[in-house]
């Protein structure tokens, strides 16, 4: 686990709360508390684990009784069928983590396979595949390292990490040049400036400020290729706008630097793992 285990742990509290608040009515009112069981993890697909520890940290949270065995790793490919983790402990615990630590994990998985497969997609270009700010509130950390589990790179966390002028900032600013020239007086000199454009003429403009990073928004494929030939290696080259697993490969070609998709995090689907467990006989 790479994220803050203070975060981690406040992230569960705050999940559990909200799917327990008081008790559990079924297992409370069925189970004894002596009741022992075993469960595991089955991956019900093929794809890529990526938050295991935060998942099953729900059960360590919810009761230290809890015994747990992992049998991967994040960003390890898995295979339907193949077992996840193992857990053995109060039957109660187990049943009142289930949905809350899978929501998790699943969620989490489902980022992870679907970078992997952009990441695989682009193999042999120069293009690395990143994540936008297009999260959920309150996951951004755990969505943006099942992106890193995936094989993908982070843009930026936060609006605090670098200067990026989009559209409306530019729009709302007046001028692209100017606009450039007011954060370079007016920011520090470890922060980097990417300029988003939309034709070739915003592009030479912002070659021509000097920026660091040029993002092309939603460019056709030989606009963007042309982008490329006309930049020469001055500054990083970031596509970025209605790319998708059937257009990514050509889109790397044109020889882009970076590749960004907000599908990643904000629309993914979750991977498929399911929990099975077996009462142990006292």
């Not at 992230?11 to 909200?18: C, G, K, P």
């Not at 949270?61 to 994040?74: F, G, N, Q, R, S």
């Not at 993914?268 to 399911?274: E, M």
């Given at each position: 686990m790479n994220l803050p285990i203070f975060y981690v742990d406040d992230?569960?509290?705050?999940?559990?709360?909200?799917d327990i608040n008081y008790i559990d009515v079924t297992?409370?009112?069925l189970l004894e508390d002596d009741d022992m069981s075993q469960a595991y993890w089955v991956s019900k697909d093929n794809g890529v684990v990526a938050g295991l520890?935060?998942?099953?940290?729900?059960?360590t949270?919810?009761?230290?009784?809890?015994?747990?065995?992992?049998?991967?790793?994040?960003?390890d490919r898995v295979e339907k069928g193949d077992i996840l983790a193992t857990m053995e402990g109060p039957t109660k615990?187990?049943?009142?983590?289930?949905?809350?630590?899978l929501n998790l994990v699943q969620h989490m998985s489902g980022i992870a396979t679907a970078t992997r497969r952009c990441v695989d997609l682009v193999a042999g270009t120069k293009a690395t595949i990143a994540c936008t700010r297009k999260t959920l509130p309150g996951l951004r950390p755990i969505q943006k390292y099942a992106v890193v589990c995936g094989g993908g790179r982070n843009h930026r966390y936060n609006l605090s990490d670098a200067a990026m002028l989009k559209d409306n900032h530019i729009d709302a600013y007046g001028s692209l040049t100017k606009a450039v020239e007011t954060l370079r007086s007016r920011t520090g000199h470890m922060v980097k400036i990417e300029c988003e454009t939309r034709t070739l003429e915003e592009l030479q403009e912002a070659?021509?400020?000097?920026?660091?990073?040029?993002?092309?928004?939603n460019m056709d494929l030989p606009t963007?290729?042309?982008?490329?030939?006309?930049?020469?290696?001055?500054?990083?080259?970031e596509a970025s706008g209605n790319i998708t697993q059937e257009n990514i490969a050509q889109v790397a070609a044109t020889g882009v630097d970076i590749i960004s998709l907000g599908a990643l995090t904000h629309s993914?689907?979750?991977?498929?793992?399911?929990m099975k467990i077996k009462r142990k006989e006292n």
């Open positions: 992230l569960i509290q705050r999940a559990i709360t909200e297992s409370d009112y520890d935060i998942g099953l940290r729900v059960f949270l919810l009761d230290p009784a809890i015994v747990i065995e992992t049998k991967v790793k994040d960003g615990s187990l049943l009142k983590g289930e949905r809350t630590a070659l021509d400020c000097g920026v660091d990073v040029i993002m092309l928004d963007m290729k042309k982008a490329v030939e006309l930049t020469v290696g001055r500054a990083k080259l993914v689907k979750c991977f498929d793992i399911s």
